[in-house]
């Protein structure tokens, strides 16, 4: 028995180091990739009967002879299969179906409605199916479900342990649509996605010491050491934004006061402009919004930075300084290689980049500053969902690295 499952692991680690091989460095001839692998060429051309059949890669053209016959060309098809990734976030439920390489093929975005708890989850499960619907597509070509969420996330068990702002406690998602669409699901917090996604997906897998700070409603943290994701006991790791910088100021959901991300996030630098605009400060953010300052997003705010708007400026001179107290803190605690901005108030945003350095360079230890780069991220417009589906595709395919020849060169 134990021989029999010995051997199907080996066997199914050997096919996703092949259809990762011929995805990234494609077509490829069955050969190339006994060389390239060091496989036996039996052992290959079993993977790729296998991943024929699969549909997960097909052949394609014929390669140049070194001799004999032409070899045929294996390529990777990520279009006969779907994903389903969601993010779940205090305003908003995105859903999308994507292709296997994270590319979008059709997305919806929800409003919360103002649910929270167990009202969030069945309205989530409502969506899904909804979803389903409009896509039309068979569910057996779906491989997964992939959902990410703020909070504390058990990963392992698919569980939501806690998130205050939509009050979650111990929801066991991954279970719940499981049973009711009968698709293998993933859970996992949005953060540590982005920064899996960035490790495997994006610009910078080459580091192994790296901060994902993803800045919205809230803030969070994604840590990667020594090449791992950071998790802690409960998956609570990364809760950077309920650090403490201060014994006063403004209660936090969490129940406690002085936590930064009350300091950084989105609301709380919406809510300074609000309370400058009515002190009388003139800003061109009013005009960007035609007059309804209700209407303002984090665009508008980085739109009215780029234009040199003063009471912009004064806002993220404030904003910044605080964050760059909380990366010194974590600039000593992990001595990262780098920490990569998420969020769209980080897009564009070269005034937030220049004063973040700044300050932590002040501040840091010289020798844990000087190597260190802080960077927005590479993830694109599309980050929430690249995140929730490198989440499934680096543990189901164990996909990574696409771009290290990239890197290393430029
Ligand atoms: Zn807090």
Not at 344 to 349: G, H, M, R
Request: net charge negative.
């Amino acid at each position: 028995m134990r021989r029999t499952g010995d051997l199907k692991l080996i066997q199914e680690l050997n096919r996703s180091i092949i259809l990762d091989m011929i995805r990234k460095d494609g077509p490829l001839s069955r050969s190339e990739i006994a060389k390239r692998s060091n496989l036996s060429p039996t052992t290959v051309t079993t993977a790729v009967n296998d991943l024929i059949q699969d549909r997960l890669v097909s052949e394609r053209g014929t390669g140049v002879s070194n001799g004999g016959r032409k070899p045929i060309l294996l390529q990777f098809s990520p279009d006969n299969h779907y994903i389903i990734g969601i993010s779940i976030s205090n305003s908003k439920i995105t859903i999308a179906e994507m292709n296997l390489e994270a590319r979008i093929r059709c997305k919806e975005v929800y409003s919360t409605r103002g649910h929270t708890g167990e009202q969030v989850i069945s309205y989530l499960l409502e969506l899904i199916e909804y979803f389903i619907n409009i896509i039309n597509k068979p569910l057996d070509l779906c491989v997964g479900v992939s959902v990410i969420t703020q909070g504390i996330v058990d990963s392992k068990n698919g569980v939501i342990r806690y998130n205050p702002k939509l009050k979650f406690e111990n929801i066991p998602l991954k279970e719940l649509i499981e049973q009711k669409f009968n698709i293998k699901t993933w859970l996992d917090n949005d953060t540590n996605a982005y920064i899996l996604a960035e490790k495997h997906f994006g610009l910078f897998n080459h580091y192994e010491n790296m901060i994902y700070i993803t800045i919205g409603e809230g803030l969070g943290a994604g840590i990667i050491v020594n090449g791992t994701i950071n998790r802690g006991h409960n998956g609570g790791a990364g809760e950077f934004g309920h650090t403490n910088i201060s014994n006063e100021g403004i209660k936090c959901d969490c129940g406690n006061i002085g936590c930064i991300e009350n300091y950084v996030c989105w609301p709380a630098v919406y809510s300074r402009i609000l309370s400058s605009i009515a002190r009388g400060k003139q800003t061109i953010m009013t005009e960007l919004v035609h007059g309804d300052i209700s209407q303002l997003t984090e665009l508008n705010f980085v739109d009215a930075l780029n234009k040199g708007d003063e009471l912009a400026i004064n806002v993220l001179e404030e904003m910044s300084t605080y964050l760059a107290i909380g990366l010194v803190n974590l600039v000593h605690l992990f001595n990262p290689q780098i920490i990569i901005f998420g969020g769209e108030i980080t897009t564009n945003n070269p005034l937030l980049l220049q004063k973040v350095n700044q300050f932590v360079k002040e501040r840091a230890l010289t020798i844990l500053y000087e190597d260190l780069q802080i960077q927005p991220s590479s993830l694109g417009k599309e980050f929430e969902m690249i995140g929730a589906a490198s989440v499934l595709l680096q543990d189901k395919f164990q996909f990574k690295l696409t771009h290290t020849e990239e890197v290393v060169k430029g």
